[in-house]
């Protein structure tokens, strides 16, 4: 087994879907699915940039109002490539006579590879290999080689090269109901005899979407310059040609296509760009190469390397963990350090939640921090240039300070659904999500991670702290004052677990005291504070003037950062567990073997109790467990600081006593809930880790959740899984100005090595079960500070390390 | 006199354009002129986001040709605001009986004042005061504050409030004959009595461009509630307005307007986020508080402190110089840092140049490295979007690396004429500018600059360095070997200077071994491989393969760096004096008096000489003496370093004998010529240094150009003579990660305070002749290096230094 090739030996329509979201290939500026050898409707490829230029209107079809829904537009097809031999019918895979089929996904190339052989009208037999790529080195580009081999037969073949722009949304099947015609054609041309361009407006936001493509043939070495028969309708261009194929020589054909949008940098205007693109575009190989050498770049940054005792497992391991990595990189590569986007739930995948950005780069940009930062840094600013749409939504909402909704596109405004679609029961009920006020404390917790892995002061100066200052303001107005606790609480929210959105028969929605919610608010308000003492004493005094931020405001969030309250109950043992909200233990036990034997799968327990006119608001059960993340977030050093802080014990044994208690209880339907598991309990159960470990490994690419991924990858579980190996298991942690190393590496795993980037040093780590070794690259770079079993180790540039465990 | 206030107490239409231009405001986003109390049509509003987002066509009308010239466009006008008293005629500024005028520009607030009294019919007496703000706070958003009272009449009166988008480019005369017409209207819409909307599209480019605008009226604190009369018609707007106006009482109109365009970041598409944006707008009190803030934190960033024997002198001097201030960050306000924007050569305050972006920049970042560099770096990147269309004019010229455009706009492809009208003669001639290659050195050198201030890493590493290394293979492309010389030489190119495009009666443009482009060629090469120690090794070697470098490449550039030709000749007296290109001793001198005699203001020799069926080609006359930028932008240490790595020798003498040679010879025909000159003479001689800064710094105050200001004030020469007191006067030189300082008062100035940013550090420097006190604030930065007298301190966070000289 070769872990850096993802190959499929036979073709299965019934796993189309899911394969070609494993294949999808980008670039982080748009993305492009593909497994038929003749483009099908849904190929699909979203620029990226578009994405977080669009707007979406209404989401659920009650009142039957026209819809409008741009948020994730298909660009025109591109790939669109076919041929027929001797005038007969235009080839198609899922009617031809297959012979043999074999689908290569290079990951280390990001190259897709398709070879097949059939047999044609009289028995001829025919091969073709195709290899696509979407370019990483020139992110307008994207190209497509085609080797037509005549095996027993000579003569006249006819392909067909067009550029498509009726294009259909309809990945997602509930969605289907929904308007998912979003373009309007502007032009469709025949340039020269090899290329045409054409050109889309999106209906509601008005974007143009321009493309143009070369098509080439090749006979050997030998290029033939062919007249194509233009056929142009509204909105498409096709050309075709006509030639001879000869038993003895391959046909080669290249279809270049360039894709520009008139929200891009630097263009006169998307056609023109597009045209320019493409008429000066290099061959196949020759943007293969650069395209290879870019992803090896890549690679050397985001790689790592593990020896496991079980050789197969190894390889598996490593080739499920990198194709998450390629995926990563497709959606958020190098190229949005100038894109206005975010981290799409879904990647570029996929149609699924609609390009939406959720809280899904709390499990991303770890990853990123630690690999290329610079990365982070652009889609943080894509929260920045939304932090006015926040203000405003908080002041809307009568609250002071920013308020991030829960799901975000274009403009940054609260995108959530009102209703949602239960496909179980077909009934569509009432959605309380954008409740989910801690996405919040995750986009502060981004800010402050990517400051403490970077020392990046201009970002934190012109836009971290802002974005800290006016969340922590947000909890704060948040926060109210209970005299009877004598303690600040927050009331009617959402947890990040979303089977619970209301208290049993209350009518309105929202619980109180959520304990994620308000610990992790503490954990904001005391991080802004600590912003005195970080930001240069100019740009602090500009912010406290700019935001309007007294004395008294620091006073009041130092006040609610001592008392807020956390609610607690007991377990059967008579031990104290944080309850996941106030009044969590009032909440009736679940009968869950009953329910496991009468559905099986019951991830979606929700669906489930919906259909059957009941409620998990009802039940002591999670989607996924909140009070676990806070293990998954913080350390068990820094709990016990903010716990103490607010004047609640805390003892080593609350964190496996909670992780019990809740796992009991845990329905896992989500594959973030998967993540952070694996984590809490990696850290707390070695001699298990690795079985955990592997199981969320599987959420994509074995499609755990039953038809999920052919509408989308899962970007936060992708990367989880990743940073499970990059900082539970060597138990990196960057807080206070120290790179913490705490490796415990899972049995089975003997060594792991990688390169991180902290603080501008490029640091090589290797670690066994024994010894951590770190090397610094040669930098003129400030040394850093390295702790390691509770001890701090300065760490100059170009210096070499060895510690014993 | 108040050095916060330029004034102008009495309405004069022949200076109306100077005056316009000088009170131009602006954002960095959009600039709005307006004089007149009613808008007219000259009421320039350009987004300044739009200025890089045009393409210009074609730019001369020779071949009577359908001409597009969208560099540059006026966005649809929003100030029109005008009313009639008892159904008389529309006030009229030009047909009024003007009893008195007042306007004033409050520069510390951006805030543009008019007050004026006028005889009506019947005897009856008015006063209008009217505020304008283009806001620093929120970049969208304009107001317009008019008071307007009746002093002893009552009665009725009629506003009449619209948007228009019928507007016509015609700011510049000798543009006038080229399409003016640039926008197709889209929309012009009522939407509820106090707001209207209009959007219009660029007709090449397609960029929509949408106002929205409220109308609301008070009496005293009383709002009123008008409903208007709608009056549509095709691309305009208008609300008409009735009420009463009473003598005891003023009435007061606020109009608060909002522009978004089709580029901006973080909109779902541009005419909603106007009508948002004006709907939620505050009242214009609101606006002008949160403005005003926002320019004092930008004036405790920019601004200096001088003491001059001359009350009056110091009084005039710190006026202008902030006026400058003013209007370079209203073209380069922090808001640009998330624009794709370069520093265009006439602000965003005029038409002239059509907004392109020439190499102003090198006289403007100085200025922003050592107060915000933050904003540099964002018109870097201006750039660095740009180098893959450079890096296609160098392939198509021939060349290897990148070559940047003369003048560049939206999509960085060479934007030059081919031809110039000489309006003295009315000839059309051949324009050969686009020979000045000498904009790569320019670029390099702000790239190099920028980093040495702020040692920004990120910056170095994933745009500068690979910008610094394509312009140097660009440089050792251009060079050639000469076997006879043995030296490597560059041909065929144009100094800075224009008067000299090719040899005299020579067919072929172009000159052999600029003086300027071959030392600065040779700089750029230098920097170029000290990137080799600087980058972090893994970056460096991602961008040798990503560019292909080889260690023969840089061996090469190597070879270039000591072997490069420089063209000497001797003056009168014997002395080498460096020729300002190849063959320039063979050239005859000019008869300076007899011209000056002949024709008075002889600047712009070259249209006198041309309109005489002669050139400037002939003679030893510069419009810009450019072997003096040597002096300029490199110190004599430097130059020193350069000129013996060459193997030439080089003399402190070297530099007054070259001054004195070129000075006699130069006609002062761009306003950057003065700033360089004053520059290199402030240097050399103390005693005349202040009469020569005094002398530069009105350029455009006093338009010595004869109307180029009303065309667009001229930000190389504004920034120019603020880094006249900042950079040459204190003597500051950034280099080999050393803050060198070498004071020089010139006579009369007692004493000079700033503050500026190094490296992270915010130093405040105060100097007298006879001592420099420095002081940073406290901050966890690294110590950084102060060089005074040839010897080099390590200056600590929070630390005091006094240095006496």
């Not at 009468?598 to 489930?608: T, V």
Request: hydrophobic share 40%.
């Amino acid at each position: 087994m070769d872990s850096w090739k993802l190959e499929y030996r036979c073709f299965n329509p019934q796993q189309q879907g899911l394969r070609e979201a494993l294949c999808t290939l980008g670039n982080g500026y748009f993305a492009c699915r593909g497994a038929a050898p003749e483009a099908t409707a849904d190929d699909v490829h979203y620029p990226a940039t578009y994405i977080a230029g669009c707007y979406n209107r209404l989401q659920t079809e009650i009142a039957g109002e026209t819809i409008e829904n741009e948020s994730l537009v298909n660009a025109p097809n591109w790939l669109l490539l076919s041929f027929r031999i001797e005038g007969g019918d235009w080839f198609n895979l899922s009617e031809a006579d297959i012979l043999s089929y074999h689908q290569q996904l290079d990951i280390k190339q990001a190259i897709l590879t398709r070879t097949l052989r059939f047999r044609g009208p009289a028995g001829r037999h025919t091969c073709i290999e195709q290899r696509r790529l979407v370019s990483m080195d020139q992110p307008h580009l994207a190209a497509l080689q085609t080797l037509i081999y005549a095996e027993d037969w000579s003569g006249a073949i006819e392909i067909r090269s067009a550029l498509d722009g009726h294009i259909v949304n309809a990945g997602v099947e509930r969605y289907r109901d929904l308007n998912n015609l979003h373009l309007k054609s502007l032009t469709a041309e025949s340039v020269t005899d090899d290329m045409c361009w054409l050109e889309v407006e999106t209906n509601q936001s008005h974007i143009r979407i321009a493309q143009a493509a070369t098509t080439r043939f090749w006979r050997g070495d030998k290029v033939i310059g062919l007249k194509p028969r233009v056929d142009r309708l509204e909105g498409s261009i096709s050309h075709l040609y006509k030639t001879e194929l000869d038993a003895n020589q391959p046909l080669r054909i290249e279809k270049i296509a360039a894709i520009y949008t008139s929200r891009d940098h630097a263009i006169s205007e998307p056609g023109l760009e597009a045209r320019k693109a493409v008429a000066q575009s290099a061959t196949f190989e020759q943007l293969a190469g650069r395209h290879i050498l870019l992803w090896k770049q890549l690679w050397r940054r985001f790689d790592f390397d593990i020896v496991h005792e079980d050789a197969e497992e190894e390889d598996r391991t490593e080739q499920i963990l990198r194709l998450h990595i390629l995926h990563l990189i497709q959606t958020t590569s190098p190229h949005v350090m100038d894109l206005d986007v975010g981290v799409p739930a879904r990647g570029l995948h996929g149609e699924a939640y609609r390009g939406h950005i959720f809280w899904d780069e709390l499990f991303v940009f770890p990853l990123f921090n630690l690999r290329m930062p610079e990365i982070t840094r652009a889609l943080l600013r894509y929260r920045y240039r939304r932090l006015d749409e926040a203000r405003r939504a908080a002041r809307k909402a009568g609250y002071h300070g920013a308020m991030y909704p829960w799901q975000s596109a274009s403009n940054g405004r609260e995108e959530s659904q009102h209703l949602h679609l239960n496909p179980k029961s077909g009934n569509w009920i009432a959605d309380n999500s954008h409740l989910q006020r801690h996405i919040n404390a995750a986009v502060a917790y981004n800010v402050w991670q990517y400051y403490q892995v970077t020392r990046d002061m201009e970002f934190l100066s012109f836009y971290g702290a802002e974005m800290l200052l006016e969340i922590a303001r947000f909890w704060a107005s948040l926060a109210s004052y209970n005299e009877e606790l004598a303690r600040f609480v927050i009331l009617r929210v959402m947890g990040p677990d979303e089977y619970h959105d209301a208290y049993p028969d209350k009518d309105q929605p929202g619980l109180n005291n959520n304990a994620y919610t308000n610990l992790m608010a503490v954990w904001v308000l005391l991080r802004a504070l600590d912003l005195r003492e970080i930001l240069p004493t100019q740009r602090f005094s500009e912010l406290c003037q700019t935001l309007n931020l007294s004395k008294e405001e620091f006073a009041l969030w130092d006040e609610i950062s001592r008392n807020m309250h956390v609610p607690f109950h007991q377990d059967d043992h008579g031990h104290d567990i944080i309850s996941q909200f106030e009044g969590y233990q009032e909440l009736a036990e679940f009968d869950w073997e009953g329910y496991r034997n009468k559905y099986g799968d019951i991830q979606r327990l929700d669906r489930i109790l919906e259909a059957e006119n009941d409620s998990p608001n009802r039940y002591k059960v999670s989607k996924q467990a909140d009070v676990l993340m806070l293990f998954y977030l913080l350390s068990s050093e820094e709990l016990d600081e903010l716990l103490t802080h607010l004047g609640y014990s805390f003892e080593y044994e609350t964190i496996p006593r909670n992780i019990d208690y809740y796992l009991e209880r845990t329905s896992h339907g989500s594959t973030l809930s998967r993540v952070v598991n694996s984590w809490v309990l990696a850290r707390a159960n070695r001699p298990g880790a690795w079985a955990l470990f592997t199981e969320a490994l599987n959420s994509d690419v074995a499609d755990i959740q039953g038809g999920t991924t052919p509408e989308g990858i899962h970007t936060g579980a992708m990367a989880g899984t990743v940073d499970l190996i990059q900082r539970c298991f060597t138990g990196i942690e960057t807080r206070g100005d120290v790179l913490w190393l705490n490796p415990s590496l899972p049995e089975g795993l003997k060594s792991l090595n990688l390169n991180i980037r902290y603080r501008q040093h490029v640091l090589g780590l290797q670690m066994t079960t024994t010894c951590v070794r770190i090397c610094t690259e040669p930098s003129a770079e400030q040394p850093i500070q390295i702790g390691i079993g509770g001890k701090i180790y300065h760490l100059k540039q170009g210096e070499v390390r060895e510690f014993q465990l």
